[in-house]
Each structure stands twice: as structure tokens, then as C-alpha cells.
């Protein structure tokens, strides 16, 4: 039983420190003019965080978790369309490649897959919504932005999986 709650506390503080780097990502202006609306993906460090420590099932209820408490405190309908497209193809996508193995790829490079098909999820309901492809030319820039993203995203959680002792102990390999 003391095993189970410090599993039900660890997921509860790493979706509250999702949601509150979400928000607080939301409140940073991004410095380039040229790929307006695009964000650094900090959140995602979370995300990549229970992909290494948790179960499929609980890092995907992470995330869901994470993407309703984020639109409720401070999103709108559309920001939660786009967000949920993003998050849970970038979330499968980062699934499927860690199954390659850690000789074949790396955190980093599991994160730039993921910083990838965030915005790919998001270009494809903008296409939706817009009734046209043409939205889908977007997509040179803000994959370049996703993957660099992705890169700092995936040295982080790497430094994290490596140092943070708590992080050890959930590890899963």
C-alpha cells in the first residue's frame, strides 16, 4: 500500500509541475517574430520525465491529466484542440521510437521526435479548421524551432534521469 501512494503522489506532483510550467510557458512572450504562436515545448520535459518512470498507462494519464488541468486553468477550447493533438501525437510518437532501445537512441533524441510531431499534430487541426493544407507550409519552421526545442528539452530530462535520485528510484528501463 505505501508503495502504491508514493506512486500516486510522485504522478500528482510531476502533473502539477507540467501544468505549472505549461502556464507559465504560456505567459512568455517567444522572441521570434517569424513563427508566431511557437513555444519551447518546456512541459514536455514532464512528459518525457514519465516515459522513463512510469507505465504506458500512467504516463499516459499523465499526460491527459496534465492537458485538462492546463486548459481549465488557463486555455480555451481551441487552445485544448490544438494542445491535445500535439500532446498525444508527439506523446505515441516519443512511445514508439523509446522502443527502439537506448543503443539506438537516446533521451535527446526521443525528445526532438517528440518537439517534431507536436507541431505536426497542431499544423494538422489548423489544416482542419482552415479547410486547406496550405497551413501545413508552416511546418519547415516550426519543425526546425520543434526539434531544437526538443534537443534542450532532451538534455535536460537526460541531466534529470541521471542526477535526480527520485527519479531513480521510478526509473524504468
Known amino acids: 500500500m505505501q508503495s502504491k501512494n508514493k ?12 501544468v505549472i510550467i505549461g502556464l507559465l ?9 517569424f513563427a508566431p504562436g511557437a513555444k519551447l515545448g518546456l512541459a514536455n520535459l514532464i512528459t518525457i520525465i514519465a516515459l522513463f518512470t512510469l ?3 500512467e504516463s499516459f494519464a499523465l499526460v491527459c491529466m496534465r492537458l485538462i488541468l492546463t486548459t481549465l486553468l488557463g486555455g480555451t477550447i481551441s487552445t485544448f484542440l490544438y494542445s491535445a493533438a500535439g ?32 507541431n505536426v499534430g497542431q499544423l494538422v487541426v489548423a489544416s482542419l479548421i482552415a479547410r486547406s493544407w496550405t497551413v501545413m507550409m508552416y511546418l519547415p519552421v516550426l519543425s526546425l524551432i520543434g526539434i531544437l526545442a526538443g534537443i534542450a528539452v532532451g538534455i535536460a530530462a537526460n541531466y534529470l534521469l541521471e542526477h535526480v535520485n527520485v527519479f531513480k528510484y521510478f526509473q524504468r528501463h
Open 87 to 118: 500532446a498525444f501525437l508527439s506523446y505515441f510518437g516519443m512511445l514508439l521510437v523509446k522502443q527502439l532501445g537506448p543503443k539506438r537512441v537516446s533521451v535527446i533524441g526521443i525528445s526532438s521526435t517528440g518537439g517534431f510531431l507536436h
Open 55 to 57: 507505465s504506458t498507462k
Open 25 to 33: 510557458e504560456n505567459m512568455i512572450p517567444f522572441p521570434f517574430a
Open 7 to 18: 506512486k500516486l503522489i510522485y504522478i500528482s506532483l510531476l502533473v502539477a509541475q507540467g
